[in-house]
């Protein structure tokens, strides 16, 4: 499933693409994604002005104050394409622009989704009204960890997992940051010490940073017809190595199951603080 620094790595390498392009029309093959695709009409004949994340949502932007909201799911993948180039399986909606450029929309297992909205009224959507802050952004701060989990019984890797707290924070990088700030997966959400909150905003942020670094060395694969996401090749410290020697004191990692999700974790690095 494409992560926050996956759709982050899409959204890269569509803007220079698209941004700017104005689109003329919009084909799609019958088949039903999660949703009913929302009725495009309202966005013919206007130009994309800017593409923007927001959690996990790509946000495509036009000139008339519309924006059209697009969910991956778990297999969509976007593509730039010539008009000309032939339609490839699984692909499910075609919006072609002006430039002879189209932006196709594949999806094996049609669980992505698409909708719009008026761009001024994005923060009270039903799909962003409750969502936690970015993990990039500033907001996402020691003291607004420590705050949102003051009353949190569930354990610290749920609760960062939790998008009401925080957004894009998934299975791999809630491991690999608790890892690197040292705290037990397990630990009660509302139990840490100031400094571990510190830590832990610190470490979500590098780790998701990197996650988007390494991806944009590969940006080109999105938007080739076979795009393939070799970003995911960027090396985990602790997830998927249970019973293999920690990096850094050579005890074996372990493998738990919080909230119906596989955790690793250290116990030796990782103690109960
Ligand atoms: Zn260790």
Redo the contacts with the bound molecule.
């Keep these: 499933m494409p992560e926050l620094p996956e759709v982050e790595t899409v959204i890269a390498g569509l803007k220079p693409q698209i941004t700017g392009a104005k689109l003329v029309s919009v084909s799609n093959s019958g088949k039903n994604l999660r949703y009913p695709l929302p009725n495009f009409s309202i966005l013919l004949q206007q130009h994309i002005q800017s593409v923007e994340r927001r959690a996990k949502y790509l946000l495509f932007h036009f000139e008339n104050g519309q924006t059209l909201i697009w969910h991956l799911g778990m297999t969509g993948q976007f593509h730039v394409l010539a008009q000309h180039q032939a339609k490839t399986k699984h692909e499910h909606v075609t919006l072609a622009f002006t430039d002879g450029n189209t932006l196709r929309y594949r999806d094996t297992r049609r669980f992505g989704y698409a909708g719009l909205c008026r761009t001024n009224d994005l923060d009270q959507h039903p799909w962003f009204a409750k969502l936690g802050v970015e993990p990039l952004l500033d907001d996402f701060s020691d003291d607004y960890l420590q705050n949102i989990l003051k009353t949190r019984k569930t354990s610290i890797k749920q609760a960062i997992m939790d998008n009401h707290v925080v957004v894009g924070v998934g299975n791999i990088y809630a491991s690999e940051s608790l890892f690197r700030a040292g705290i037990n997966p397990t630990q009660v959400a509302n139990s840490l010490k100031p400094k571990q909150y510190a830590l832990l905003v610190q470490h979500i942020k590098t780790v998701l940073a990197e996650a988007i670094e390494a991806g944009g060395s590969t940006i080109s694969d999105f938007v080739k017809a076979d795009g393939k996401p070799g970003y995911f090749a960027h090396s985990f410290q602790v997830y998927g190595r249970d019973k293999q020697p920690?990096l850094?004191?050579k005890?074996p990692i372990e493998k738990i199951v919080l909230g119906g999700r596989a955790s690793f974790f250290?116990p030796?690095?990782q103690p109960f603080k």
């Design positions: 920690c850094v004191c005890k250290c030796h690095c």
